[in-house]
């Protein structure tokens, strides 16, 4: 029996790449915090109202819960059948795999569901591919709706974003365009093996993309994101800094774009929601966003990690529990 997370050297790359992202994280964050102000940084953090943060949590946990129901929609939608109780244990150890290099240990999922169900990763992967597309049209279109009002002169990094999507869309609903892709790469020395694979990956993909699970996935994506910017400012008011939904929603999920080619995006992400909420914020001080930079990054990218990695821990006795029942 296959137990990816089980096998010492998955659970060692795991913990090797959550040390490397935390110490970089957090040497980011202090050296961030000392060219801005650090004993400003601590004495906010020190006054942060805590009871807004269970709600900045419950709203990541909205944010988490919604995106699990997209990817069991989109499983359901290819036809395989997983119950809750293994689903989403090992949704949530793909949470933990966004700081992964490149983010490609999220392919963890598709490899359980195989593990689990017996379905080839080519009918699955797919899903995932799909599950992340549409998390990035909202987060696009979400700060699409504030870039012109808000940061005019950034539009390039949301055109840039678009561009990336749109062509891949574009790519994706012709299918005679893609299957001659795929001919192509038959062709291929290395690649050509699995052409078979790719072609039945295709048309899996083109079914969790077609108008109805499109719209479906759009909307709970859209849902779910301006959930964690409604998080941002929950933070905001915690920290006793004005501001307005519509600031807070365009920061989340611009900031957000930004980072999107960072793994998590570490580094990107928090630098820009620091600088941009200075730049947007007139009363903000700077103490104010390293902290409010620290404080969403926490609860958005640091929780998950924690719940994946409690997951990690639990996976194998997950497929023990379900491969026995099958």
């Known amino acids: 029996m296959e137990e990816v997370a089980a096998r010492p050297d998955a659970l060692q790359s795991f913990r090797k790449w959550v040390a490397i992202a935390i110490a970089l994280s957090a040497l980011g964050f202090i050296g961030y915090g000392l060219y801005k102000d650090l004993p400003g940084t601590l004495e906010q953090l020190a006054s942060f109202r805590w009871s807004f943060y269970l709600g900045v949590l419950l709203l990541t946990l909205v944010n988490y819960g919604l995106r699990y129901g997209k990817w069991h929609f989109l499983l359901y939608r290819l036809g395989v059948r997983i119950p809750h109780s293994a689903n989403l244990p090992l949704f949530l150890c793909g949470l933990a795999m966004v700081i992964s290099p490149a983010k490609a240990g999220e392919v963890v999922k598709p490899y359980l569901v195989k593990v689990i ?47 990336v999507l749109g062509s891949g869309f574009a790519v994706l609903l012709s299918k005679r365009l893609s299957l001659v892709i795929i001919g192509v790469m038959r062709k291929l020395p290395v690649v050509g093996r699995v052409g078979d694979k790719l072609e039945e990956a295709y048309m899996a993909m083109r079914e969790c993309l077609s108008p109805v699970p499109l719209v479906i996935t759009v909307a709970m994506s859209l849902a779910a994101w301006w959930a964690e910017c409604l998080g941002l ?3 905001y008011m915690g920290l006793g800094a004005h501001t307005s ?51 969403i990054r926490i609860a958005t990218l640091w929780f998950g990690v924690v719940l994946g990695a409690l997951a990690l821990l639990r996976i194998e006795g997950v497929i023990q529990s379900h491969t026995r029942s099958s």
Do not use: K, N
Not at 118 to 141: H, W, Y
Not at 247 to 254: E, G, I, P, R
Not at 255 to 263: E, K, M, N, R
């Open 245 to 295: 939904i519509e600031v807070s929603t365009f920061l989340y999920a611009f900031a957000t774009t930004a980072g999107g080619f960072s793994p998590g995006g570490l580094g990107v992400t928090d630098l820009v929601l620091g600088e941009l909420g200075l730049a947007l914020i007139p009363t903000l001080t700077e103490g104010q966003a390293v902290a409010a930079s620290l404080l």
């Open 117 to 163: 169900t017996g379905t080839p990763m080519q009918r699955t992967i797919p899903a995932l591919v799909a599950e992340r597309v549409t998390d990035g049209i909202a987060v696009v279109a979400l700060a699409t709706l504030g870039v012109t009002t808000f940061a005019p002169d950034r539009i390039d990094v949301v055109l840039f974003a678009c561009a």
């Open 233 to 235: 400012y929950l933070v």
